[in-house]
């Protein structure tokens, strides 16, 4: 029996040595660019995950003025202040964000059709 336990691999947990700050599961905080279809071809393009010191307001109206087209800021409960404009604006979104500073590139979630 002695043989037998002396072949037994003893447990390995691959990720004893991984510190919480290291670890990317829930410590990344990314910005979820999303699309919602409405009724026909029209669509609806949402951002949330922006840090809370920013001020909303300030980027949506870049935002508009940079795509021509109209938005808003919603207050959700789960999710915070969530920025909603009209239209498919992901790719344009994502660029802006990225140019002006506010957000890394690896930091973007794009997510729809």
Not at 29 to 53: F, M, P
Not at 58 to 83: A, M, P
């Amino acid at each position: 029996m002695s043989e037998l336990d002396s072949q037994v691999p003893t447990a390995f947990d691959p990720f004893a040595d991984v510190d919480a700050e290291d670890s990317g599961a829930g410590t990344k905080e990314y910005v979820h660019i999303r699309v919602q279809q409405r009724n026909g071809r029209k669509s609806l393009t949402t951002v949330q995950g922006l840090k809370k010191e920013y001020s909303y307001t300030k980027i949506l109206k870049d935002l508009k003025k940079e795509f021509c087209c109209n938005g808003t800021v919603v207050q959700d409960s789960e999710l915070g202040q969530v920025i909603q404009l009209q239209g498919d604006q992901r790719k344009n979104v994502s660029t802006f964000l990225v140019q002006a500073g506010l957000v890394k590139k690896d930091n973007i979630k794009i997510h729809g059709f």
